[in-house]
């Protein structure tokens, strides 16, 4: 399996290596994006440059698939996410995937009607996102953004404070609850908000490795970190 992950991101590598334990026969390699900072030079479009050298670079380890673990997806939105998987599948000559397209996937197989985001977005850039979604037929009913500008930031909210936000979306009893951010570490939160609220996680970082195994035919019931979502595949 290979992922491509935005440059100031330090949780994805993290988590893949952590969750991918459960399934020895997978070996993640991994290369980066240019996506950091507080400004983003390519609000409206994936810098394609960027994307394709480091899905390049991949494919000369000859992969089964290549994955976009990032979640700028939301934002820049549906023809954007279907060109990039194409151009990443072509580079690599394999199977290719996204935390959006996977997050669609999880979210219709949960029959999510009304969505709860958790993220450390703007305000601004939270609207867009919960725009987006809106527009594919997952509309949001609450949130709680922190309104973090740093991209690198992101990854350094506290657990206790993700676990807080999570228990104040549930307050509205959305269907799912989404953690949007894949520099957000909610993702090793998901079993325990689950557990706690009810509703089920579906965490940007995690959610695209669940679907990568699926798409390589790999059984994914025995890893526990990805909650209610199993008990539909």
């Given amino acids: 399996m290979t992922v491509v992950t935005p440059s ?3 949780v994805v590598e993290r ?22 900072g507080v400004s983003d030079p390519f609000p409206d479009m994936y810098d394609w440059d960027s994307m394709i050298s480091a899905v390049r670079l991949l494919a000369h380890a000859r992969p089964d698939i290549v ?21 990443m599948g072509e580079e ?11 997050a669609f996937k999880a979210l219709k197989l949960l029959d ?13 850039y939270q609207k867009r996102v919960e725009t987006n979604f809106a527009t594919w037929g997952f509309p949001t009913v609450t ?11 992101y990854a350094s909210v506290e657990l206790a ?3 807080d936000m999570a228990r104040d979306v549930a307050r509205a009893r959305p269907d799912v609850i989404v953690g ?43 890893i526990r970190d990805w909650g209610r979502i199993f008990a539909l595949d």
């Fill in 161 to 163: 404070t993700i676990i």
């Fill in 15 to 36: 988590a893949t290596i952590a969750l991918l334990a459960a399934t020895p026969e997978v070996t993640p390699h991994f290369s980066r994006s240019s996506v950091f």
């Fill in 92 to 102: 690599a000559c394999c199977p290719a995937t996204t935390s959006l397209f996977a």
């Fill in 143 to 153: 949130r709680a953004n922190l309104a973090i500008a740093d991209n690198l930031a």
């Fill in 67 to 87: 994955i976009w673990n990032g979640s700028k997806g939301g934002s820049v939105g549906l023809d954007m996410e279907t060109a990039l998987v194409r151009r």
């Fill in 180 to 222: 949007w951010c894949t520099n957000f570490p909610s993702g090793f939160l998901a079993d325990e908000i689950e557990a706690e609220t009810g509703i089920p996680v579906v965490d940007a970082t995690t959610v695209v490795l669940w679907q990568a195994l699926r798409m390589l035919r790999i059984g994914t019931k025995d």
């Fill in 112 to 124: 999510a009607r009304t969505l709860g985001f958790i993220t450390p977005y703007s305000d601004a």
């Fill in 8 to 10: 100031g991101n330090t």
